[in-house]
Structure formats: structure tokens, C-alpha cells
């Protein structure tokens, strides 16, 4: 299956507060936020949630090359061959040699709740480039994930047009967008993709039902932290478990990795019961390392640690080959 990630490529910076966030909120000046919080650690990561998608698909050795779509800016240069050596078809990234690349500043607390903020540097040019154009051939499904929003819409209506298959997975870019802008993705995705609080939002700004979500939407795909996720085909729902973890380090981008294996997974033709669990193994190589891309495994590595707890029933013999 040829896939094309289109959505943000950025740095991520990521810092630790060793306190609660919710401690240093005072609930009656709610309307008069003034905090800052004094981090212990900052360190510097690739990023972004399409790049983080593209990269653990790349590890899976999604065939062909998952291409990342997306703009980056004049400081891109060794990231592109970072994601190029991990398996990852950047050439339909364009480069805009006028900005920096887009950068992703989070500080996660004690209990792992986050407080993020997103420059979008070279990612505001993505409104720029259509599919057409940046892609040599028509994809078999596109995933669209959060970008400018403009190009986000563009894009949808691209797919639609064309008959190409896509993942809507608009997440961080719910809280920006409109409840029209949403249900005009909604309603033409194939599958659709979020965390619970961003399913809550969708619901609050369409006005929609969870049931007319599920009923109108092919594939409906929630994610629930650490009580997994729930992936809802038709009348069918499958409740996928978290693949227990070694240590949990940072949960940023495990969502993104989650997303790779469902996209692996259906790439391969599987049902969503596998490509779920394949998912839920990727998400806890995620949450076991700080960043976003510093997880590494080989196929081989990957299939034995999924059968300590799964049966794939043999299925994962062609990650092998």
C-alpha cells in the first residue's frame, strides 16, 4: 500500500516539571492565568506529528517507502537524512529556505499531563503545495494529520475529489479549528483517529452524537491512554490493551506511533484487531523513550517482543521478509 503522511515536521523541545500543574492553579482567577514553571531538564528532538508517523512506519519497513508530505524550513538538512535512513521517503518534502522549521515547545508535570505550544515556522507554506503536485503518483490512502489548517482543508477536499482513500486525524489542531471545518472532514474520511478529550471537542464543536461519529465514519479510532484504545467498524467495537512496558519514560508521540502501526498493520491487509495491537506495541517503544524518533527496533526485535503477549497466530512472519 503506498501511504503519504502529510501533516507538521518540527523540533521538539521537551521539558520536565517535577511539581503538578494542577497544584499551581488558582480555580477563581481561572480568567487570569500567570504562571511559569521552573523545568529540571530540556532536551531537543526531531518531531512533528507526520514525521513521528513516517518514522516508526519506517522501522515496521512499510513497503513502499512511507512518503512524508509536508514543508520544513532552511535548518532541515540533517533531519531529512535522519528520517531518510530510518526507512522514511522524504522527497516529496518541500524546503523553505526562508524560515525555520516548525518547533514544538511541551512541559510535562509529574503526572504526565502537558502544556504545549507550536510555532509553525516553514509549516504555514504547506496551504502552498497540493497532493498533485509534491506526490509523483496517486497514494492509496493519505493520512491527514494536524498542518496548517488551510492546507488540512485542502487537502481533504483533494482526497475527496480524486477518490483517494484518507486517515482524518486532525488531534492537536481540534482546539484551533471550527466545529464546519471538522465535520467537513468527518464526513468524507475513510477512517478517523483521535485521543478521547479530542473525540469530547469534535463532539462539543460539530454538535455531533458519538453515534452519528461512529455511523457516519467507516472506522472511528479512540485512543484512551492507559486504558488503550477503542477502534469502532460499524457496529463492531474492538477494544485493543496497552502492551505492557519495561519503564515509562515520555508520553509524547506515543499517539503518533500508535498511528503507525494501525497504518502498518492495514498496509498489510490485517483486520483492526491486529493492526491495533500492532499499534499498542509501537506505542510502548514510544513511551519508553524520551522524544519522539529515539526508539529503535528490527523487525525481528519487534515480532519476538509482540508475541511474548499476543498471538498474531503467524501473521507477522511477513514483517521478515
Known sequence: MDIAITGSIAYDYLMRFPGKFQDQIVPDK????????????????????????????????????PKLVGTAGKDFGDYRKWLDEAGVDTSTVRQIDDVFTASFFVNTDAVNNQIASFYTGAMAWARHFTLAELLPQKPDLV??????????????????????????????????????SLRYGIER???????????????????MSSA????????????????GAHIFQNDLKIEIPIFPVSRIVDPTGVGDAFRAGLLRGRGAGWDWELCGRIGALCAAYALEHNGTQNHRFTPAEFVARFRTVFDDQGRLDSLLD
Open 189 to 207: 474520511a475513510e477512517i478517523l483517529v483521535c485521543n478521547e478529550y479530542e473525540f469530547e471537542l469534535i463532539m462539543q464543536k460539530t454538535r
Open 30 to 65: 481561572i480568567d487570569r492565568i500567570s504562571l511559569s514553571f521552573l523545568v529540571d531538564e530540556m532536551t531537543k528532538h526531531f518531531g512533528g506529528v507526520a514525521a513521528n508517523i513516517a518514522y516508526t512506519l519506517g522501522l515496521l519497513r512499510h513497503t513502499p517507502r
Open 212 to 227: 452519528e461519529i461512529i455511523n457516519l465514519v467507516p472506522v472511528v479510532i479512540i485512543t484512551l491512554g492507559s486504558e
Open 143 to 180: 493520512v491527514i494529520s494536524p498542518n496548517d489548517p488551510i492546507a488540512m482543508q485542502h487537502y481533504t477536499t483533494e482526497c475527496h475529489d480524486a477518490g483517494i482513500a484518507f486517515m482524518y486525524d486532525p488531534s492537536q489542531q481540534v482546539a484551533r479549528m471550527d466545529g464546519e
